[in-house]
């Protein structure tokens, strides 16, 4: 018999310990459950990368989807054909851009209405076509304005290191304030931050019933006048109570509403009297605001 089968003889003929069989049968069992539960977890790596991966495509078609509203006009009154829950019209953004010139800084997002029901009747044409004309309007007499206050300052001595200090920026951009299947009501604002004087608010109202634009007497009746006066004068005295300032009649506050006077259209389809700032109280007051009930 050669040495190695010698070997093997002996080797086998050792007898296994009891105890020592079952610790190897745990080690190879615990083995078996580590291999099981590495699996699992790359399992569970693997499934989170996947919802990862489908959460940042879902962002990537939205961030695509709002650049194609705001740089597309076909693809944006596309979108307004889309079935959406509630409302015969919304807002989008037709257009918007920001630029830089001299350290004036430009911000732009021009709105447009689309009608989600084509078979309303509603002509919005010559709205939308009023907003584009208002706010490229507004943005290009605002930006000579900023140019002329920039040539101005450096004449008198000041420095394009000073200039750049005062962070310019002109701002056009709107705000819904209702949108249902009665009303659309939101505001087209233009603001120069260096100055308040040619700050612009258009106001829109439209009422989705009857495709035209509302007035206060739509919402308040034939004595809309008396109703609305008497109601901000109130509103007036008791907020003076609170501490809130208001001017005079004699230095210019407020007198009474006239054609001109803005409002918009609530959640409660109550119409709020617009005064922009300065208008009635002091510029520390910001922007006033009247909600009027009763009428119709």
Not at 156 to 175: F, M, N, R
Not at 272 to 280: G, K, N, T
């Amino acid at each position: 018999m050669g040495k190695l089968e010698t070997m093997k003889e002996r080797y086998d003929q050792i007898t296994i310990p009891e105890e020592l069989n079952f610790r190897i049968q745990q080690e190879i069992q615990k083995s078996r459950n580590q291999q099981e539960e590495k699996r699992r977890s790359d399992s569970s790596h693997r499934l989170k990368r996947v919802i990862h991966s489908v959460e940042a495509a879902a962002a990537a078609i939205c961030i695509l989807f709002t650049a194609a509203l705001n740089t597309s006009p076909v693809f944006a009154k596309e979108a307004g054909q889309l079935p959406v829950i509630g409302g015969l019209a919304r807002i989008l953004t037709f257009r918007s851009y920001e630029t830089e010139k001299d350290d004036i800084a430009v911000s732009v997002e021009i709105p447009t209405i689309e009608m989600i029901t084509e078979d309303t009747g509603i002509p919005v044409d010559e709205i939308n076509q009023e907003i584009l004309a208002l706010c490229n309007q507004y943005a290009d007499e605002a930006l000579v304005r900023a140019e002329e206050y920039r040539s101005a300052y450096m004449e008198t001595g000041g420095t394009p290191e000073e200039w750049a200090e005062h962070k310019i920026k002109i701002t056009v951009g709107y705000e819904i304030k209702k949108q249902n299947n009665d009303y659309l009501s939101f505001v087209v604002r233009g603001t120069e931050n260096w100055t308040n004087a040619n700050n612009e608010l258009k106001y829109y109202n439209l009422d989705l019933r009857t495709g035209k634009m509302v007035t206060l007497k739509d919402l308040l009746g034939s004595d809309y006048v008396e109703l609305v006066n008497e109601s901000i004068k109130e509103q007036i005295a008791e907020r003076q109570k609170s501490g809130e300032v208001f001017f005079t009649a004699e230095e210019g506050g407020f007198a009474g509403i006239s054609e001109d006077t803005k409002f918009y259209i609530n959640e409660n389809n109550r119409p709020v009297i617009v005064y922009e700032q300065y208008e009635i109280a002091p510029g520390s007051s910001g922007e006033i605001t009247f909600e009027i009930t009763g009428g119709n």
